[in-house]
């Protein structure tokens, strides 16, 4: 049995409000494990950036704790420059992170601010660029470019300060099926190399099927974090949070109901549901009308 993996990252009971009075954060606490892929989801208004923005030391919590490897965040400018070289923030904009004039001017930045000689900063920056298959376009302007490739932009430079912990604010947001899967790919080679990934996303149906963990929040607070396979289990949870069950849920549920499929293994994606029925139907153990109403479901 595998024991549980330290948090990198954990906030507790964290109070922010701001300068209008609204409150942003409400007594929110969770923790991000180490080597882990996490998904926070809720409905727009229940604090998914403003948790992001304490992650980093955007901002400074009024009441409760930040820490970082077990430490608590040093809000000092020493204490800051280094965590921001191990937490590395995407916002959801990339227009609001991109200010220089070339792609490489930008991903040069944050190292270059870290003081490292010219050949170091160059490797990685050229290793940033590699990463999210941007390399050819290190002399473009960055009004030039896509969105989908500002994006691509924006994770490079942070990946060129080589962290630890990577928080994206909305990743899929504004890209089309194409760039979503290009960039999927690329966070998945993230986590192959050993980074710990924080995104939020409004589509339960990802989260669902991408995550170790899911983080439900709701009115400034984490109501639930749960392991991914679990969420079949939480429908009345994510309604009270705004949110649906995966339809693939949905789906597979209605099908066990029929006795088509079996409860386990549960699957986290239509290919997988699909993958299924195809099993079951090869196996000669589903009636052939079974099977014609089990395709038209999915």
Same mark, same amino acid.
């Not at 050949?119 to 960055?142: F, I, S, W």
């Given at each position: 049995?595998?024991?549980?993996?330290?948090?990198? @990252?954990?906030l507790?009971?964290?109070v922010y409000?701001y300068?209008?009075?609204s409150?942003?954060?409400?007594?929110?606490?969770l923790?991000?494990?180490q080597?882990?892929?996490?998904a926070?989801?809720?409905?727009?208004?229940?604090?998914?950036?403003?948790l992001?923005?304490?992650?980093?030391? @955007?901002?400074?919590a009024?009441?409760?704790?930040?820490?970082y490897?077990?430490?608590?965040?040093?809000?000092?400018?020493?204490?800051l420059?280094?965590?921001?070289?191990k937490v590395?923030?995407?916002?959801?904009?990339p227009?609001?992170?991109?200010f220089?004039?070339?792609?490489l001017e930008?991903v040069?930045?944050?190292?270059?601010?870290?003081?490292?000689?010219?050949a170091?900063?160059?490797?990685?920056?050229?290793?940033?660029?590699?990463?999210?298959?941007? @390399?050819?376009?290190?002399a473009k302007?960055?009004?030039?470019?896509s969105?989908?490739?500002?994006?691509r932009?924006? #994770?490079?430079?942070?990946?060129?300060?080589?962290?630890?912990?990577?928080?994206?604010?909305e990743p899929?947001?504004?890209?089309?099926?194409?760039?979503?899967a290009?960039?999927?790919?690329?966070?998945?080679?993230?986590?192959?190399k050993g980074?710990?990934l924080l995104i939020s996303t409004?589509?339960?149906?990802?989260?669902?099927?991408?995550?170790?963990? #899911?983080?439900?929040m709701?009115q400034?607070?984490?109501?639930?974090?749960?392991d991914?396979?679990?969420?079949?289990?939480?429908?009345?949870d994510l309604?009270?949070?705004?949110?649906?069950?995966p339809?693939v #849920?949905?789906?597979?549920?209605?099908?066990?109901?029929?006795? #088509?499929?079996?409860p386990r293994?549960?699957?986290?994606?239509t290919?997988?549901l699909?993958?299924?029925?195809?099993?079951r139907?090869?196996?000669?153990s589903?009636?052939?009308?079974?099977a014609?109403?089990?395709?038209?479901?999915?």
């Amino acid at each position: 049995m595998n024991s549980p993996r330290a948090p990198i @990252l954990q906030l507790d009971e964290v109070v922010y409000h701001y300068a209008d009075g609204s409150s942003g954060l409400d007594h929110c606490s969770l923790a991000i494990a180490q080597g882990s892929r996490n998904a926070v989801i809720g409905v727009n208004g229940s604090g998914k950036t403003t948790l992001f923005q304490h992650a980093n030391g @955007l901002f400074t919590a009024e009441r409760g704790s930040v820490r970082y490897a077990g430490q608590p965040l040093d809000y000092s400018r020493r204490g800051l420059r280094e965590l921001r070289s191990k937490v590395g923030l995407v916002f959801q904009n990339p227009d609001r992170q991109l200010f220089s004039a070339s792609v490489l001017e930008d991903v040069s930045f944050g190292p270059l601010n870290l003081g490292l000689d010219e050949a170091t900063v160059r490797h990685r920056v050229d290793t940033a660029l590699a990463a999210v298959g941007m @390399l050819e376009h290190a002399a473009k302007p960055v009004h030039a470019l896509s969105f989908g490739q500002k994006k691509r932009v924006c #994770i490079a430079g942070v990946l060129a300060m080589e962290p630890e912990l990577l928080v994206l604010d909305e990743p899929m947001a504004g890209l089309d099926p194409q760039m979503q899967a290009e960039l999927l790919a690329v966070l998945e080679d993230l986590h192959d190399k050993g980074i710990s990934l924080l995104i939020s996303t409004h589509d339960v149906e990802f989260a669902y099927q991408w995550a170790d963990t #899911i983080h439900v929040m709701q009115q400034g607070r984490c109501v639930l974090s749960l392991d991914a396979y679990d969420l079949p289990a939480h429908g009345e949870d994510l309604a009270r949070a705004g949110l649906a069950l995966p339809t693939v #849920i949905r789906l597979h549920a209605e099908l066990v109901c029929q006795g #088509i499929l079996k409860p386990r293994p549960q699957p986290r994606s239509t290919h997988e549901l699909l993958a299924l029925l195809g099993a079951r139907e090869k196996d000669n153990s589903m009636p052939e009308n079974s099977a014609s109403l089990a395709r038209r479901a999915v």
